[in-house]
């Protein structure tokens, strides 16, 4: 699957790690650390051994990333 077609997709759509890490431009490996460690707070479903995101999800931790000034804080 590539880019183009997980950005079309639905928004409450389920992605797994490796369209999640297109859509945040990460390797599935970064997602799993930043899920394990916590070091960032990407709202995630389990389905057994499965993980989920939901696109809406990744859309609003994007948007609370953005910044309008070097400022970091």
Do not use: C
């Amino acid at each position: 699957m590539n880019i183009h077609t997980v950005i079309n997709t639905s928004s409450d759509h389920l992605l797994d790690a490796e369209q999640a890490a297109l859509i945040l431009d990460v390797v599935p490996a970064t997602l799993s650390v930043w899920r394990s460690t916590g070091r960032y707070n990407i709202p995630f479903i389990k389905i057994g051994r499965k993980v989920r995101y939901r696109k809406s999800e990744l859309e609003k931790w994007l948007e609370s990333r953005t910044r309008a000034s070097g400022a970091t804080a």
